[in-house]
């Protein structure tokens, strides 16, 4: 994959960020889908297909997903109103509404790793290796605790 194609996913990420941002809260089940989804892009989609080798190695493309990743989790509990723990297409667990404290420290500290690894992660190849792991196991407490497995 060329670095101008990478460039463009990247962007494509930060602007699904933007627009996610302006959905309306009237369904917040489905805004908070798409965050997610982006989150999904951002992370598996551009970060961990380039520490995988997958795609080359851009450090634009990297920084503006780890910039995603953060973006998009910023006020996304505000999406998880009482009364959104049922209906709809949702895979978010009881836990959520049940620790909010709980699941805001769980968001935060992906954002606070996602940052964190920001200056290795556009270093090199090998500091994105650390950075997908490391942000990976963020990812997965919060899922492990706050999502309904589908499974």
């Not at 996913?9 to 982006?38: F, H, N, Q, W, Y």
């Not at 970060?47 to 080359?56: C, D, F, I, Q, W």
């Not at 190849?125 to 492990?144: F, Q, R, S, W």
Request: proline share 4%.
């Amino acid at each position: 994959m060329s670095t101008t194609l990478l460039k463009t996913i990247a962007t494509s990420i930060v602007l699904a960020a933007v627009a996610v941002s302006a959905v309306s809260a009237a369904d917040p089940i489905e805004t908070r889908r798409a965050v997610m989804k982006g989150n999904g892009a951002a992370f598996g989609g551009v970060l961990v297909k380039t520490a995988k080798g997958e795609t080359p190695y851009d450090a634009a493309a990297v920084r503006a997903a780890l910039d995603a990743l953060v973006t998009k989790t910023a006020g996304f509990t505000d999406l998880f109103p009482k009364g959104t723990e049922t209906g709809g297409d949702t895979a978010a667990a009881p836990k959520i509404w049940e620790d909010p404290a709980g699941f805001k420290a769980a968001l935060a500290k992906l954002q606070e790793t996602a940052k964190a690894q920001t200056p290795a992660a556009t270093t090199d190849l090998a500091g994105l290796k650390v950075a997908v792991g490391e942000i990976g196991k963020t990812c997965k407490g919060c899922h492990d605790s706050y999502r309904i497995s589908k499974n």
